[in-house]
T-cell receptor, first 111, second 115 residues
Framework: NAGVTQTPKFRVLKTGQSMTLLCAQD?????MYWYRQDPGMGLRLIHY???????AKGEVPDGYNVSRLKKQNFLLGLESAAPSQTSVYFC??????????FGDGTRLSIL | AQTVTQSQPEMSVQEAETVTLSCTYD???????LFWYKQPPSRQMILVIR??????QNATENRFSVNFQKAAKSFSLKISDSQLGDAAMYFC????????????FGTGTRLTIIP
């Protein structure tokens, strides 16, 4: 029972490169979320989805795009990585009115 | 917009003793959830306990309990009989019952257990 799986777990990019973070959940949850965690700032919501084919902006969406083409997957894209996007990224999923289940995080460093 | 404040960046407690972590929040809503999440060095986010705002009774999960003061907008976490495995970052989080279920997190409290 995998729960929420994030790929990759660690990545180093150069400024201006692009990449996609993948989140997969096997719990058939309707809602999925992407957060970033920076030192001293807690987790902040980047984008979220309330169902297949839907996405919406969170608190800090600039520089990121997302897609939810399949219910079980939620992709987070960085089109042109910047050093300010160095962070730990967490994906989560949930059913309405239920607690969120988190993945183990992806540590992303941008040089 | 809702905000969550954890005013204690770090706390420490002797093993087997009791410690209380503080959390305050600001909202104009009356129906919401509050959560405490634990993040050990492994980086996992683990749900510790949750409280529904319309329930007056404080939630309890084994050694973990909360003191929920709705009028004061306070939501503290008490850990009894502290164990070495309780060492972690603890995050308080708020979720509205209106809309998209997104969580608003505090900045966290790092808890150290002294053997």
């Amino acid at each position: 029972n995998a729960g929420v799986t994030q790929t990759p777990k660690f990545r180093v990019l150069k400024t201006g490169q692009s990449m996609t973070l993948l989140c997969a959940q096997d719990m058939n949850h309707e809602y999925m979320y992407w957060y970033r965690q920076d030192p001293g700032m807690g987790l902040r919501l980047i984008h979220y989805s309330v169902g297949e084919g839907t996405t919406a902006k969170g608190e800090v969406p600039d520089g990121y795009n997302v897609s939810r083409l399949k219910k079980q997957n939620f992709l987070l894209g960085l089109e042109s990585a910047a050093p300010s996007q160095t962070s730990v990224y967490f994906c989560a999923s949930s059913e309405p009115y239920q607690p969120q289940h988190f993945g183990d995080g992806t540590r992303l460093s941008i040089l | 917009a809702q905000t969550v404040t954890q005013s204690q960046p770090e706390m420490s407690v002797q093993e087997a003793e009791t410690v209380t972590l503080s959390c305050t929040y600001d909202t104009s809503e009356s129906d919401y959830y509050l959560f405490w999440y634990k993040q050990p060095p492994s980086r996992q986010m683990i749900l510790v306990i949750r409280q529904e705002a319309y329930k007056q009774q404080n939630a309890t999960e084994n050694r973990f309990s909360v003191n929920f003061q709705k009028a004061a907008k306070s939501f503290s976490l008490k850990i009894s009989d502290s164990q070495l495995g309780d060492a972690a970052m603890y995050f308080c989080a708020y979720k509205s019952n209106f809309g998209n279920e997104k969580l608003t997190f505090g900045t966290g409290t790092r808890l150290t257990i002294i053997p």
